[in-house]
């Protein structure tokens, strides 16, 4: 694989962000199914969470574990707790990486076996084998050589792989991310790249952040319709360029920690609209 990897840019992110219009109301704007954090890592569902409402989404419906639910409503009460329709999930961040999905958690099941996009994060890596839902998965290179090893490929080669064998759209995180599909018989593969526009990114929890946007850009896109892998990678890449835009805006005055990058995403996808357009 030698050939240049396409940049995704603040234009091919501006076309995948889907603005609200008088007709829409919180159902048609997308529903987020959230199951993440645990008593262990409540604080990653406090991040998704906070990032998901500030993507710009109708509804948050956190459906996790007790600890972390109470945070997430403390820091945003506008996210449900309720059961009900959902246009696509977010599992893993901050959960324990079992291999099996757990009973206690109901949502879990719907998310891992639904046909509606469910966006797999960190411990949610551990029980990939039983998801059948069509899958964004989000790992750093730690994660990823734990489910494909890399045998001394290049990031790309890697990457790609990754998604041909399992059969996800892959984020590879990284100072580069790299966002891949699996090589389709007809549409070829999709492989793109996202640079940070800051290595002050490089924190506990950013991470968290970027699986709440990715998955609150695909609920968007999902509403009584189940997007390709082709597009919800290009969905993916357009979460990742927006946490980096994120990023640099909530870095404006120094380093920052990762709900602060949260905060910043509502004026990152205001910037990708206006900007993003020309
Ligand atoms: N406030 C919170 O509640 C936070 C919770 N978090 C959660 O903590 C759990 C554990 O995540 P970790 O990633 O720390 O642990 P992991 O155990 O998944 O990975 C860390 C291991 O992978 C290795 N590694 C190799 N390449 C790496 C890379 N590029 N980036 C990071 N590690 C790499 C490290 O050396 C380390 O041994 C996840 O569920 C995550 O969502 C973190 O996001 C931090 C913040
Ligand atoms: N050197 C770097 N420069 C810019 N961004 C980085 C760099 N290293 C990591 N990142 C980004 O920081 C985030 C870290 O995510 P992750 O490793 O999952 O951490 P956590 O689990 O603590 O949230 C990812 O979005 C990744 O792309």
Do not use: C
């Given at each position: 694989?030698?050939?240049?990897?396409?940049?995704?840019?603040?234009?091919?992110?501006?076309?995948?962000?889907?603005?609200?219009?008088?007709?829409?109301?919180?159902?048609?704007?997308?529903?987020?199914?959230?199951?993440?954090?645990?008593?262990?890592?409540?604080?990653?569902?406090?991040?998704?969470?906070?990032?998901?409402?500030?993507t710009g989404i109708g509804?948050?419906?956190?459906?996790?574990?007790?600890?972390?639910?109470?945070?997430?409503?403390?820091?945003?009460?506008?996210?449900?707790?309720?059961?009900?329709?959902?246009?696509?999930?977010?599992?893993?961040?901050?959960?324990?990486?079992?291999?099996?999905?757990?009973?206690?958690?109901?949502?879990?099941?719907?998310?891992?076996?639904?046909?509606?996009?469910?966006?797999?994060?960190?411990?949610?890596?551990?029980?990939?084998?039983?998801?059948?839902?069509?899958?964004?998965?989000?790992?750093?290179?730690?994660?990823?050589?734990?489910?494909?090893?890399?045998?001394?490929?290049?990031?790309?080669?890697?990457?790609a792989s990754a998604a041909?064998?399992?059969?996800?759209?892959?984020?590879?995180?990284?100072?580069?991310?790299?966002?891949?599909?699996?090589?389709?018989?007809?549409?070829?593969?999709?492989?793109?790249?996202?640079?940070?526009?800051?290595?002050?990114?490089?924190?506990?929890?950013?991470?968290?952040?970027?699986?709440?946007?990715?998955?609150?850009?695909?609920?968007?896109?999902?509403?009584?319709?189940?997007?390709?892998?082709?597009?919800?990678?290009?969905?993916?890449?357009?979460?990742?360029?927006?946490?980096?835009?994120?990023?640099?805006?909530?870095?404006?005055?120094?380093?920052?920690?990762?709900?602060?990058?949260?905060?910043?995403?509502?004026?990152?996808?205001?910037?990708?609209?206006?900007?993003?357009?020309?």
């Amino acid at each position: 694989m030698t050939e240049q990897i396409r940049e995704w840019g603040a234009a091919d992110a501006a076309r995948h962000i889907r603005v609200p219009g008088p007709q829409d109301n919180k159902y048609s704007h997308g529903v987020l199914g959230v199951v993440t954090g645990s008593e262990k890592y409540p604080g990653a569902a406090v991040l998704g969470v906070e990032a998901a409402h500030r993507t710009g989404i109708g509804m948050v419906r956190f459906l996790g574990e007790k600890a972390p639910a109470g945070l997430a409503l403390a820091r945003r009460p506008e996210t449900v707790t309720v059961s009900g329709a959902v246009d696509a999930w977010i599992v893993g961040s901050g959960m324990e990486s079992t291999p099996g999905l757990n009973p206690e958690l109901p949502a879990l099941a719907h998310a891992a076996l639904g046909l509606q996009p469910v966006v797999v994060d960190a411990g949610g890596l551990g029980f990939l084998g039983h998801v059948s839902a069509p899958a964004i998965i989000t790992p750093h290179e730690g994660e990823l050589e734990r489910l494909v090893p890399r045998n001394g490929s290049t990031r790309e080669e890697w990457v790609a792989s990754a998604a041909d064998q399992l059969g996800v759209v892959v984020v590879l995180k990284g100072h580069e991310t790299l966002v891949a599909t699996p090589e389709e018989a007809t549409g070829g593969r999709f492989l793109v790249k996202v640079t940070s526009p800051t290595a002050w990114l490089a924190t506990a929890g950013t991470g968290d952040v970027l699986a709440g946007i990715i998955a609150a850009v695909v609920a968007t896109h999902s509403v009584k319709r189940v997007p390709s892998l082709h597009e919800l990678a290009e969905l993916a890449a357009t979460g990742v360029f927006l946490h980096g835009k994120a990023a640099e805006l909530a870095g404006e005055d120094g380093p920052f920690p990762a709900l602060d990058v949260a905060e910043s995403v509502g004026r990152a996808v205001a910037w990708v609209l206006s900007e993003g357009k020309h």
